[in-house]
């Protein structure tokens, strides 16, 4: 098969795949609104389908409710009329003997009263607490000898007059429903917390399973005590469960609502629980009921829609093939000419007609564009450094490539500092072309040529047709802020901009580029964000005779030399302020600033210190001023760099000749104590000022000079008490004591004892360890 048919092949492969997209389009449109109105019709009924039988299970909870709180009111009813009566409180006194006979048949006779089929009860039990006997149908009895008067005796302690609770009847077996009862107890007398006897009326659960409404759906009932205990269900072999570990139960616990609706998954399967507390003994009335169950109906009709959907789409998918062809037929004929092209790259089954037709046209819209903007900025470079001629320039002008602008100048944009950005000197060059970009599209294209990046400066050429400079002047103070706050805002940089003096002939422009550099240089008097006219900066017709700060540069090295880094930093600030302050050139501020370090390294190396530690190359430190933009960066450098490292020389020397004088003090003391020394004698032989040789002594050693000799003095003393046998007056004269009181009397004030007592101790105490 030859290239012409391979050609034609993919031809058709990438139809067929544009086809494909138009065509599932097409489908799309039609699907989903098929699908969501489905979709939306099927979870609608669902819902209504719920919320009908939720609604239908709290109906039927209340009113299985209704009826069983019916019954047992009437139960609690007939008891309280049984307890009020007569007999029962005649009985309360009684041991129901056979002098009590009638007594005894008439309570009989309630009993048997009270347990008629309208309530249900399987028994009645009449018991008196301080009477000791029991009472019900099968007669009378004492509490030893009745099974239930354990249970009785747990019902008197609890503090209330009437309340519901279970029974377990030992006379049956567990699996029997029988063997669960509900009892109503009521003490006697009514409302009494310490009763004298009680009134149990026994209700099998049984019965209360005969009031569980018969539900024709599927699902569980149940009737909880406040235990969560089963005390009637649909289902009666789950009568006496405990269902207080129950997930649904746990979850009503939570609520703590009367009643409520709410779905919960149980063992990993959903569930509807419908629920309602009684007011009357704190039962539970609930229903559960399986999701799946609720939603049967709905399934049907989910079907119904799913079948009515799928003939829909079916049409849908007629119509949209037969749209797709026709709509196909443009693309077709434009992709066959594009594919004709002898530029036309290998195809790809990967992309479609579309796909190559926008890359054909894109690639030649932007290869234009693309070299349309290099050679603009390449023009502008050659520009800027002197590269262009004249005729170059008249050429461009009149084929229109380059404005006749009547006045022009060049803006210079710098970056002040990356301190406390996120950025480092990797980023410069890429936030320079950024700041380029963002300055393309603040200055509109009227007024400028392509704005460029030479070096760390990023550079504009402005031009204007206004006659008046200051219009001029106001314009392009207005762009170079709005340029300035767009950098903070979106780069969080700041930047400083330096602009030329007007110019009127392209041919200047390197000039001109010169000149907002040198406008630049004058934003270090100025701080960072800077917009500076290099008119504004240095007047030549008003001359400044300003000299040199010296007395502030005398100060400076004063305090320095005194240790006051704070009074030192001051000045520092005090000379920047002068000379930033007064209008003179960029280099009149730099050869002030080279005098300023001269000085403080002629300081250095008069005071003993090696510049190469200081200062290691003259040249680097020199170049490192100046590249310093800001008065602030200079004010830090001097700080860091100069007047630190001096201060710290200076305390370092001072430590050490500190140390060297207190030596020399103390030497003379030790040597020649028993002269009369004093501070004078040694500042005269270490050739110091007698006070400054006292302060020195006293920081280093802690002591006053007179102190220290005197209690060197005393170390002296007591040698001489316990190695010789010198007398207190020829020792008090060696130590140059006018006295021999005064002798003894420092020494007691010090020691505690008088010299001769210090001897005496010392000896005994020789004696005692010899012997």
């Known amino acids: ?118 309530f249900g009860l399987s028994e009645v039990y009449l018991a008196n607490l301080n009477q000791d006997w029991i009472l019900d149908s099968a007669g009378r009895r004492t509490f030893a000898q009745h099974s239930l008067s354990g249970s009785f005796m747990e019902y008197a302690a609890v503090r209330k007059a009437s309340f519901w609770t279970t029974l377990k009847s030992p006379l049956f077996e567990e699996s029997n429903p029988l063997k669960w009862n509900m009892v109503l107890v009521k003490k006697i007398p009514i409302n009494s917390i310490r009763p004298l006897g009680l009134l149990v009326a026994v209700l099998p659960s049984v019965e209360l399973n005969k009031m569980v409404p018969q539900r024709s759906e599927p699902g569980d009932f149940y009737v909880l005590d406040d235990k969560q205990q089963v005390i009637a269900a649909g289902n009666p072999e789950q009568v006496g469960l405990n269902l207080s570990n129950d997930p649904f139960t746990v979850r009503i616990e939570q609520d703590n609502l009367e009643a409520n609706q709410f779905q919960l998954d149980i063992h990993n399967e959903p569930y509807s629980i419908t629920y309602r507390k009684s007011n009357y003994n704190d039962w539970i009335y609930v229903t559960k009921v399986h999701i799946e169950d609720i939603t049967k109906e709905s399934r049907a009709i989910g079907w119904v829609t799913v079948a009515i959907c799928l003939g829909l789409l079916a049409l849908i998918l007629v119509l949209s093939l037969q749209g797709s062809r026709k709509l196909y037929l443009p693309i077709r004929k434009l992709y066959d000419i594009v594919l004709k092209s002898p530029e036309m790259p290998n195809l790809s089954a990967k992309s479609d007609e579309l796909y190559w037709i926008e890359r054909r046209m894109k690639v030649l819209l932007g290869n234009e564009a693309h070299m349309t903007q290099q050679l603009r900025d390449f023009f502008v470079h050659k520009l800027l450094q002197g590269a262009v001629s004249v005729s170059e320039i008249s050429d461009r002008i009149h084929s229109r490539e380059l404005d006749t602008w009547r006045q022009l100048r060049v803006v210079c944009l710098r970056i002040d500092t990356l301190e406390g950005s996120k950025y480092t000197e990797m980023d410069k060059d890429l936030l320079l072309f950024a700041i380029n970009n963002m300055v393309g599209e603040l200055a509109p294209a009227r007024m400028r040529l392509n704005p460029v990046v030479i070096n760390e400066f990023q550079v504009t050429i402005l031009g204007s047709n206004t006659d008046l400079p200051d219009e001029s002047k106001a314009e392009t103070y207005a762009l170079a802020r709005n340029i300035q706050e767009a950098v903070r805002d979106f780069l969080k940089l700041p930047i400083s901009i330096g602009i030329s003096c007007l110019f009127t002939d392209p041919i200047d422009a390197p000039r001109a580029f ?81 005098r300023l370090l001269s000085d403080l390294l002629r300081l250095y190396q008069d005071l003993g210190g090696n510049l190469q530690d200081i200062a290691p190359n003259e040249k680097s430190v020199i170049n490192e001023l100046f590249m310093l933009k800001s008065a602030k960066e200079i004010v830090v450098w001097f700080q860091s760099s100069m007047i630190k490292p001096i201060i710290v020389f200076i305390e370092k020397r001072r430590d050490i000749q500190y140390t060297r004088i207190s030596d020399m003090v103390m030497d003379i003391i030790h040597r020649e104590y028993s002269t009369a020394l004093s501070l004078e004698i040694c500042g005269i032989r270490l050739n110091y000022h007698p006070e400054y040789v006292g302060r020195v002594f006293r920081k280093e050693t802690g002591f006053a000079f007179g102190d220290y000799l005197s209690r060197y003095r005393l170390h002296i003393a007591k040698q001489f008490l316990v190695e010789t046998n010198m007398t207190v007056t020829e020792i008090s004269e060696k130590l140059m004591y006018n006295k021999p009181q005064n002798f003894i009397r420092y020494f007691r004030k010090l020691e505690g004892v008088t010299p001769g007592q210090f001897r005496e101790s010392f000896h005994a105490k020789n004696k005692e360890i010899s012997s």
């Open 514 to 594: 010169q000149e907002a550099k040198e406008a630049l240089a004058y934003g270090i008097r100025l701080g960072d964000e800077s917009i500076l006219f290099l008119e504004d900066m240095y007047d030549q017709s008003i001359p400044d005779y300003m000299t040199f700060p010296q007395q502030i540069v005398r100060e400076l090295t004063d305090h320095i030399k005194l240790l006051n880094e704070k009074n030192a930093f001051h000045l520092l600030d005090e000379f920047m302020m002068v000379v930033t302050a007064r209008n003179i050139s960029h280099q009149e501020f730099q050869l002030y600033l080279l």
């Open 1 to 118: 098969m030859n290239e012409a048919c391979w050609q034609e092949v993919d031809m058709k492969n990438h139809r067929i795949n544009y086809f494909k997209k138009l065509v599932l389009f097409c489908i799309c449109i039609g699907i989903v609104p098929v699908i969501t109105l489905g979709y939306f019709s099927y979870a609608k009924s669902s819902a209504l389908l719920l919320e009908k039988a939720n609604r239908s299970n709290a109906e039927m909870v209340e009113q299985a409710r209704l009826r069983f709180e019916q019954k047992l009111k009437m139960v609690d009813n007939t008891q309280t009329q049984f307890i009020s009566s007569s007999a029962v409180n005649m009985a309360m006194d009684k041991k129901l003997d056979s002098d009590n006979y009638l007594l005894y048949e008439e309570l009989i006779q309630s009993i048997y009263r009270l347990q008629t089929y309208e």
